[in-house]
């Protein structure tokens, strides 16, 4: 994509990761015109990069730091996210732990799943802790400034 124009470069977060400009490219000037776009440093697109380091670079003005709902809108996009990574793990390790169990109350259960059946119990207490941690996140007194993000269980 040929970049035409852009302006109003923000920053996505305190971090500086990404920002979001009104950019204008050349092969969607007729039909689209002036677009949002959200360009970072690892951005898979050749333009997507151009323009965020011409941007940091302060080509297209000064960035502006973002407000507070934008990152509190970031701060929940990101803990929704590793939340419905947990959910998914917690599933998992719920039906492997049950079949743990089921072997082990009919006496069918090998050397091996008795052993993995107090280490999969533990992994699974270590998501749920995970996922209960997560849900307090907006109730740290820096959010959404600084957020302190549980580590996420191996």
């Known amino acids: ?18 920002l979001n400009l ?19 440093p690892n951005d898979p697109e050749r333009h997507g990069r151009e323009l965020f380091e011409r941007a940091a670079a302060l080509e297209y003005g000064d960035i502006a730091e973002p407000d507070e709902e934008q ?13 419905a990574l947990a959910s998914s793990m917690i599933a998992k390790l719920q039906g492997d732990l049950s079949t743990l169990q089921d072997s082990e109350a009919l006496g069918m259960a090998t050397d091996e799943e008795i052993t993995q059946l107090p280490l999969t119990q533990a992994q699974l207490d270590l998501w749920r802790k995970y996922r209960v ?15 302190d993000w549980p580590p996420q269980p191996d």
């Open 1 to 18: 994509m040929t970049i035409l124009s852009a302006r109003q470069p923000c920053w996505n977060d305190v971090e500086h990761t990404s």
């Open 22 to 40: 009104l950019v204008t490219f050349e092969e969607t000037r007729e039909s689209l015109g002036e677009v949002p776009f959200t360009a970072s």
């Open 71 to 83: 990152l509190k809108d970031a701060m929940r996009m990101k803990s929704s996210a590793l939340s």
């Open 133 to 147: 941690l997560l849900s307090r996140v907006e109730s740290q007194p820096a959010f959404p400034r600084a957020v």
